[in-house]
């Protein structure tokens, strides 16, 4: 199977191999998976892996005189890959250029178009302006004269003419199809690229409108073509040519779009689309070049790529061997003004954590990458300690079973580890037998390991909702040891499973790597943070994005999911439903439920008041601010909501509409995050220290204090009356 990374990863892929490769069938069918790009498939093969790949090339290129003197070399043709960044973050020092969730670029703002509508626009557009040309489009100007300026000591890729000569023929990933247009249309405009010398080549979506539509790649060569000896071509793509398709005159891609979070496979799929032999008129291609403008995003491609196709892992001495390798053959340089640096490991290694970071994050904290590996190393008592926990989160439904982990497989010391290591990198045919049986008995301790891992499972997905809620500024960083410290005993003892004491968690923290939790934890921080940023309907579909991130422990319902408040609430009172009909699919827009006079007293109807009682997540609060926040942009002309009038309107509908009453100071602090996320916006939220039982004893008591208008601080109300209760009812 050809492209084994997407072919084998679908329903129908698996069953079309299963059908072909099965016992009994008479026929004895072996299965090869061949894959330029296998990061997301390497898991499910163990040993079976055979690897050809960039570093491996370059060195057999580099040793082949010393190995085979006076033989011509077969690899003297395949042309060795440079990678230059430049931080635009730096040279353009607008601020919505770069995301608060990872520091990365944001090439999607700096290349936003104008769209004449208020509501993606966030403001009004200009008179001077056309549907289609750049919102920042001084700013892309500024770019283009930056990398075309005239300097012998700039080192931007068309400064000079000798530059101009390496990168005649380039590739150029911008981040849409409008996008490619615009800028299409600046560039011809440009003294530069508009002067003649340079054919602009738009192959994203249809192409420019004076140009006919035809094939892509066809449009290129003829372009190519005809540039003759002298000219330029520059090739406008997001995502067209950039697999399986071999342009072998381009030397340079520039990467204008993707963020931090691109995948590693797409990303290096369309850098080395650059890296195919050339010999045209004698001439051959011996370097070819990747520009990048987000740093940070091409050190973690690099960094995991290639720790992930060799199954690298963590960080150790193996780690920075290969790391060094790829930097050897594939040098990553730093441009800063004059400035020219090379990367090194260091740096490298610590992207890699952020890739590892960001992956235990989207997996919920259900990720091994959390993990140290002084789970090889388990003695005695630590095995007892981990079956231990597991009577207590062991039954956890949501949970794969916990394996009982075997008291006489006790682990590896350092030293022994290290030589396994060693070991594991030889090839298999020049192993020893003892060596063999060494591995044997390694595979036995990781599998040890992975048991030990699926009991820490049901502290872990815990752990996400609680750094949500953490009431620390945004700058100071969560250890595991304060996490424990700055969720109260009350807070504790509903988001953890019962009977896992804060001592008791303190005494597994060894087993977690500091740095991957610390830096997960700063990433779902930022989320919320940079969600802050975007308008009221982005914002609920961003958050909504991290909570389905989040797992859900148990028969608590902890987490109603996103999906089934609004179900429930759709259902019950209307309101802005973010799903489709079916509740499947995330629908593109909100839609209006209209439940008849229920939906006129509660969501549409801009004075009511709305209680939640036992709030955990603050979701049910969100679909009933969104709904109610609508209602209220209903009532104002549609060219005054702009961003300003968007934010006060949600503001107001935080303040005035809606009421939380939760168990406990960090579920009041999670609901607080939902609704406001960073922003210093009164929430009318509230816990009650024995919230259940005093619903169930004493009611009278309960209803007195929830409508006393000074119990929420609402100045000049009489009476608190509320039109509806919502919420997922506490099963207990």
Known sequence: ???????????????????????????????????????????????????????????????????????????????????????????????????????????????????????????????????????????????????????????????????????????????????????????????????????????????????????????????????????????????????????????????????????????????????????????????????????????????????????????????????????????????????????????????????????????GFDDTNLYNDELLRLEELDIEKFNNLKKIVGTSKAAPKAKEIDINAQGFTDEEYEELGRIEKKPKRERTPDEEKRLQEMKEKQKLKNNAISILRGISIRMPLLIYGADIPIDEDITMEKLVDIVDDSSWEEFMPSGVTKEMFKSFIKYYDPEIFVAAGRRIRTTVLSADALSPTERVKKIAQLFACFKNPDKETVLTPWRVVNMHMSDCLGGYDFYDETHEQMAEEPRFVDRGKVTADTFANAGARVLEINSKTGLYPLYVTYSIFRSRCAACPEEELDDAKLQQLWDAAVRENVFVICKTPMAKQITQRTLAGYRDVPVNAHYFDDLINMMKNKPRQFVDRVLKPSYWKQEGVKAMKFDAVVGNPPYQ
């Open 1 to 363: 199977v050809d492209e084994a990374h997407e072919g084998t990863t679908t329903a129908l892929g698996d069953d079309v191999i299963k059908n072909l490769v099965k016992e009994g069938n008479g026929y004895d069918t072996k299965f090869l998976a061949l894959s330029g790009t296998p990061f997301n498939i390497l898991k499910e093969f163990d040993d079976n892996i055979y690897t050809w790949d960039y570093v491996m090339e370059q060195q057999r290129k580099a040793e082949w005189d010393k190995l085979h003197f006076g033989d011509s070399n077969p690899y003297d043709e395949l042309p060795e890959l440079k990678i230059y960044t430049y931080d635009l973050g730096k040279i353009l020092t607008d601020k919505s250029y770069v995301e608060l969730e990872d520091k990365a670029f944001n090439f999607r703002e700096f290349f936003r178009v104008w769209t004449g509508d208020i509501k993606h626009d966030h403001k009004a557009m200009p008179a001077t302006a056309q549907v289609g040309d750049f919102v920042h489009e001084s700013d892309v100007w500024s770019f283009l004269n930056l990398i075309t300026k005239d300097d012998p000591d700039s080192h931007y890729p068309y400064a000079n003419e000798e530059y101009r000569n390496l990168f005649r023929h380039a590739l150029w990933m911008v981040p849409g199809v409008k996008e490619a247009k615009a800028l299409s249309k600046l560039m011809k405009k440009h003294p530069v690229f508009g002067c003649g010398a340079f054919d602009i080549v738009n192959v994203a979506g249809d192409g420019d409108e004076e140009e006919r539509s035809e094939d892509a790649l066809q449009k290129v060569r003829q372009a190519i073509n005809g540039a003759g000896n002298d000219g330029y071509t520059i090739t406008l793509s997001c995502g067209k040519l950039t697999t399986g398709v071999t342009v072998p005159e381009w030397t340079a891609v520039f990467m204008l779009a993707g963020s931090f979070s691109t995948s590693a496979a797409n990303y290096l799929q369309t850098i080395f689309r650059v890296q195919s032999p050339c010999n045209k008129d004698g001439k051959i291609k011996r370097c070819c070049y990747v520009f990048d403008f987000a740093p940070d995003r091409t050190l973690k491609m690099v960094a995991e790529s290639a720790a992930l196709s060799t199954k690298a892992g963590k960080a150790n001495e193996s780690d920075r061997r290969i790391m060094g390798e790829f930097l050897n053959y594939c040098p990553v340089i730093a441009v800063d003004g004059t400035v020219m640096k090379a990367y090194d490991t260091n740096r490298l290694l610590q992207q890699l954590k952020r890739a590892y970071a960001e992956r235990a994050v989207q997996n």
